[in-house]
């Protein structure tokens, strides 16, 4: 096509991609770049600000390293991950919890009172986690904070165990760092995998995590600081559920405590996902070598028959050179 005036842009290229041939590629291809071109002409943008966009798309892409994803960052951070992940997973509908706490079901273990218990992949999970056996620690170098106990079961829609599921697990440290951050961890520190038994069961110790600030040195930093939002994450722990003849589920349980759960970074946070982090007092731990306070966790996830695949890992390794500095912006 001869293009006559703007409007013949758009036609144009909807036409070229007629000719694809695989019906779901086509389908999304017309559908960006109708939705594309009818943002550029909603928000008018000039040159200098198609040249500035098209910078910082490079921008992301460059910044992007085998021990950090500025992609999936700024995707998270612009609540794209979130939305594909409730439009994906088991209805979009949550709701509300009684304020007090969650309520219980098998084993006293919390069930999600509505929607769906996936959650973000996240830009720091790594393969190859350390099999670890059940109730055993994946703290693996010295690491301060509160020791946590967590309780974790694996159901199918009708309620019923689901033996055999590898389950594996990740989290910050109480400094707001993951291992492959931070030299001072040891490689895998904080992360293990674990395999459900009979009842669909798992359990195992660690540290307490913390709410951090998600990396601002690049593209992603520059976004939130124009909008006067702050970086933070609240404290959570990462679950990646999978198991044969089921829809792998990644999922993250917030700390009901955490004061950033209204305004995550991220826009991770779902109602059923807000765990109860419970303290308890000194001298009730169930491990001998814990004599301080300490917490305990117990949160029951929902698997959806489907395909069982791994995601390509955001990370493959641990970065080098000295731990980073943490920024934390304000919120304006």
């Known amino acids: 096509m001869i293009i006559r005036t703007e409007q013949d842009v758009t036609q144009a290229v909807l036409d070229e991609l007629d000719r694809a041939t695989d019906p779901r590629f086509k389908e999304i291809m017309q559908t960006a770049v109708r939705h594309l071109h009818a943002f550029i002409r909603e928000a008018r943008l000039t ?32 609540g794209v991950s979130s939305l594909v992940c409730l439009l994906n997973n088991g209805g979009q509908a949550v709701t509300e919890m009684p304020e007090d706490r969650p309520p219980t079901g098998v084993h006293g273990a919390p069930q999600a009172p509505g929607g769906t218990t996936a959650n973000l992949l996240g830009p720091f999970w790594r393969m190859g986690s350390p099999p670890t056996d059940s109730g055993a620690s994946i703290v693996r170098s010295p690491t301060p904070g509160d020791p946590i106990f967590v309780e974790a079961w694996v159901k199918d829609p009708a309620g019923r165990p689901v033996a ?41 110790r660690s540290v307490k995590p913390a709410g951090y600030p998600i990396p601002v040195s690049g593209p992603v930093g520059e976004l939130l600081r124009a909008q006067g939002r702050h970086n933070m994450r609240p404290a959570h722990i990462h679950f990646l559920i999978f198991k044969e003849g089921y829809k792998t ?36 731990a169930p491990a001998a070598d814990v004599t301080g306070p300490w917490y305990s966790l117990t949160q029951t996830f929902v698997i959806e028959p489907g395909v069982a695949k791994l995601p390509r890992p955001p990370i493959s390794a641990k970065a080098d050179g000295p731990r980073p500095t943490l920024t934390v912006l304000a919120r304006t």
């Not at 200098?48 to 798309?57: D, R, T």
Request: hydrophobic share 40%; charged share 20%; net charge negative.
């Open 164 to 204: 055999g599921a590898e389950v594996d697990v990740w989290h910050s440290s109480n400094e707001g760092f993951y291992e492959n951050q931070d030299p001072a961890q040891a490689d895998m520190n904080l992360r293990g995998k674990f395999v459900t038994d009979a009842d669909g069961r798992i359990a195992f």
């Open 47 to 78: 040159e200098a600000e198609f040249q500035q966009a098209c910078a910082v798309i490079a921008r992301v892409g460059q910044a992007t390293t085998a021990s950090h994803n500025e992609v999936v960052l700024a995707a998270g951070s612009l």
């Open 249 to 284: 589920q990644f999922s993250q349980i917030y700390s009901s405590d955490d004061p950033n759960l209204d305004t995550d970074v991220q826009f991770g946070v779902t109602q059923a996902l807000v765990g109860h982090y419970e303290p308890h007092p000194a001298g009730t």
